[in-house]
């Protein structure tokens, strides 16, 4: 009977991966699909999907995406609006539409075009990095050579060794930088203060602040603009905990032994949960792509993505009880329940993930944390 409900669980919550589609050969063409698409190849051709874009290969072009893109590749164009978050580890990324989030890079070379636009933050580490069109959020950039010709609404931090800043750049926010040499900076292109650090490529040898006169105008718009985006992301997290919390309820009223069992082997060997989680996900990934690459295309879609999906998920609410469990017990100096220090955990998961720069490494380490206990200990 246990292991029919663990069956039951495991296929509610693998449900809705079903409806992804998986692709793979040299040339993939989509258009108008409705569910998330995972494609391997030499070049993928997409248009209106209706979910998140997820590919490993050489080249894509996409165009109006319902949902976020995670690229692994050489080249990546992207047209249209794309509604959610933009991943990319390659060679060069080339964007002349609209993405409603954020843009994470870590490449060769990135071009925002002019009529491009990034709502979110940009944070791009590379080679060539040219900015010609707008940056809602802030902007995080790191590279050999960055040319700004854009308009910026928020904050702007660069480091390079080369430095260029056109004299159609706007950027409303303060402008942070790291150059061997100051540059010259147009007079009018940054609304607020300018700090310089001389950068010799290994460390900071000093530094001077250069402020700028505010336009009285300017700071009136942008509440609106902060408050928009705020209730757009909190509303965003919001159902991610409701969600989640329903989740992992759900699976603690089924099998309250196992959840136990599992946030106990999470707390009494973290450096082995964590080491494991880590080595599996890297072998599943492996062993993903392998199958992609020959023939088996089938037992990808049918099983082993929908399995290793599923095993992250679990992970999060593993990692969430453990975690809540943690501070209960410092608190209290008692045994934590487990209905109490779930949603604690959550909340603190919650916390962690919108701390800058770090949170989403933290929040990745604890799903490595909750995968590796979780197929440590469990037995079917």
């Given amino acids: 009977m246990r292991k029919v409900l663990i069956f039951l669980v495991t296929v509610f919550l693998v449900l809705p991966t079903m409806g992804a589609n998986f692709k793979k050969g040299k040339l993939v063409e989509v258009s108008n699909l409705q569910g998330d698409l995972y494609a391997t190849g030499e070049e993928l051709i997409a248009q209106g999907v209706q979910g998140d874009v997820i590919f490993f290969g050489r080249k894509a072009r996409v165009q109006d995406v319902e949902g976020g893109i995670f690229f692994l590749g050489e080249k990546l164009v992207l047209n249209g609006t794309i509604t959610r978050s933009v991943r990319f580890l390659g060679r060069a990324l080339e964007a002349n539409g609209k993405i409603q989030r954020d843009i994470l890079f870590a490449g060769q070379e990135l071009k925002l075009e002019k009529g491009a636009e990034v709502t979110g933050d940009l944070y791009a580490a590379g080679d060539e990095i040219d900015v010609f069109g707008t940056v809602t959020g802030k902007a995080h950039l790191g590279g050999n050579e960055v040319i700004l010709a854009g308009t910026f ?222 197929l440590y200990r469990i037995k079917l």
Wanted: some cysteine; overall charge positive; charged content about 20%.
């Fill in 153 to 374: 609404h928020s904050d702007v931090r660069v480091k390079a060794r080369r430095l260029v800043i056109l004299p159609e750049t706007k950027i409303e926010g303060n402008l942070e930088y790291w150059t061997p040499a100051q540059v010259d900076v147009p007079e009018g292109a940054v609304l607020g203060k300018i700090t310089y650090h001389k950068y010799s490529g290994k460390k900071l040898q000093k530094k001077s602040e250069k402020p700028k006169e505010l336009l009285e105008e300017k700071p009136a718009e942008k509440p609106t603009k902060k408050k928009s985006f705020f209730l757009s992301g909190a509303w965003f997290k919001l159902s991610w905990f409701i969600s989640s919390l329903v989740l992992g309820y759900i699976f603690l009223f089924l099998f309250p032994a196992t959840v136990k069992k599992l946030r106990d082997e999470i707390l009494s060997k973290p450096l082995k949960a964590l080491l494991l989680g880590a080595a599996l996900v890297v072998i599943f990934v492996v062993a993903i792509l392998a199958f992609f690459a020959l023939v088996y295309t089938w037992l990808v879609s049918v099983f082993a993505i929908p399995v290793f999906l599923m095993g992250l998920y679990l992970a999060k609410l593993l990692a969430a009880f453990a975690v809540g469990s943690i501070i209960l017990r410092w608190a209290t100096r008692k045994e934590a329940s487990p209905w109490l220090s779930y949603p604690l955990g959550l909340v603190l998961i919650l916390i962690i993930s919108i701390i800058p720069y770090i949170g989403w490494l933290l929040c990745i380490v604890l799903r490595l944390w909750g995968f590796g206990a979780f």
